[in-house]
Nanobody
Framework: QVQLVESGGGLVQAGDSLKLSCAAS????????MGWFRQAAGKEREFVGA????????DYADSVKGRFTISRDNAKNTVYLQMNSLKPEDTAVYYC?????????????????WGQGTQVTVSS
């Protein structure tokens, strides 16, 4: 079992930046593909981005491409989501997820472990 704990959410203004962190409880974190998802009120959970176990490859949703960056520090068992140029439509609960086996995917059902989420609110 892997526990994931997100942090770094908060209330910001449009155009601001925010960096989310997701800390994993197991040392085998380094082998997992990691993903970020978000869920706005009244909407379905959607893919934000994913990063390979090595950190060498990333994928992003079109809505965040060029603004958000995913990185990871396997020595710290932590994955990050740097969010720049935030927009009100980025307001959501953000979740990190871990996939034990397999490459990057935007399908939430392919991820095995989930964090509890952290709220990001962007005011206009």
């Amino acid at each position: 079992q892997v526990q994931l704990v997100e942090s770094g959410g908060g209330l910001v203004q449009a155009g601001d930046s925010l960096k989310l962190s997701c800390a994993a409880s197991r040392s085998t974190f380094w082998s997992y593909t990691m993903g970020w998802f978000r869920q706005a009120a009244g909407k379905e959970r959607e893919f934000v981005g994913a990063i390979a176990w090595s950190g060498g490859s990333t994928d992003y949703a079109d809505s965040v491409k060029g603004r958000f960056t995913i990185s990871r520090d396997n020595a710290k068992n932590t994955v990050y989501l740097q969010m720049n140029s935030l927009k009100p439509e980025d307001t959501a609960v953000y979740y990190c997820a871990a996939r034990k086996y397999g490459s990057r995917t935007m399908l939430s059902r392919e991820y095995d472990y989930w964090g509890q989420g952290t709220q990001v609110t962007v005011s206009s």
